[in-house]
T-cell receptor
């Protein structure tokens, strides 16, 4: 069974540009979570999508946005990139919206803003 | 105060040592609990779930104390390959379901 897949694996953008990151969850998983992990820091919750809707977001500015498609894949968009947006962006999926279930991670997209 | 807090680390231990990781969570509506392991420059991977009765998997033992809102992970007879960052993870329902990660505790096991 395929795991969570993310693309691209690496992305280099200049300040002010937009970045689009993609995530395909494990088959059958309806929830997708996005996290930012800056160098040396912990995982920061960005967004949670379930059944095509944004269910919750973390403490990030509105230029971080995303969507979930009918096939449950998801995009994370970061507009007006800033240098401090450079980080590993991890996507995770889980089969249920609530309950005792773990999240499974993709390998991440490493975004570098120059 | 962060919703999930872990020992700041890093922990430096010799091979064969027993090491304990501690984690506290502040939201009493938290429903389920996990320990993840993250190797350098890799994604986090589930190590084990944490149950109220406590659970053990080989050299790893996880405990949950709901009254104290405290989770622990014990690694016995540590190996070089145990070197990684250990993340405490909490799922909560009230106020919007969310999976919340602690900042992680880095473990270095040395020969």
């Amino acid at each position: 069974e395929a795991g969570v897949t993310q693309s691209p694996t690496h992305l280099i953008k200049t300040r002010g540009q937009q970045a689009t990151l993609r995530c395909s969850p494990i088959s059958g998983h309806t929830s997708v979570y996005w996290y930012q992990q800056a160098l040396g820091l912990g995982l920061q919750f960005l967004l949670w999508y379930d059944e095509g809707e944004e269910r919750n977001r973390g403490n990030f500015p509105p230029r971080f946005s995303g969507r979930q498609f009918p096939n449950y894949s998801s995009e994370l968009n970061v507009n007006a990139l800033e240098l401090e947006d450079s980080a590993l962006y991890l996507c995770a999926s889980s089969p249920f919206r609530e309950g005792n279930t773990e999240a499974f991670f993709g390998q991440g997209t490493r975004l570098t803003v120059v | 105060r962060k919703e999930v807090e872990q020992d700041p680390g890093p922990f430096n231990v010799p091979e064969g040592a027993t090491v304990a990781f501690n984690c506290t969570y502040s939201n009493s509506a938290s429903q389920s609990f996990f320990w993840y392991r993250q190797d350098c420059r890799k994604e986090p991977k589930l190590l084990m779930s944490v149950y109220s009765s406590g659970n053990e998997d080989g050299r790893f033992t996880a405990q949950l104390n709901r009254a104290s809102q405290y989770i622990s992970l014990l690694i016995r007879d540590s190996k070089l390959s145990d070197s990684a960052t250990y993340l405490c993870v909490v799922n909560r329902g009230a106020g919007g379901f969310k999976t919340i990660f602690g900042a992680g505790t880095r473990l270095f096991v040395k020969a």
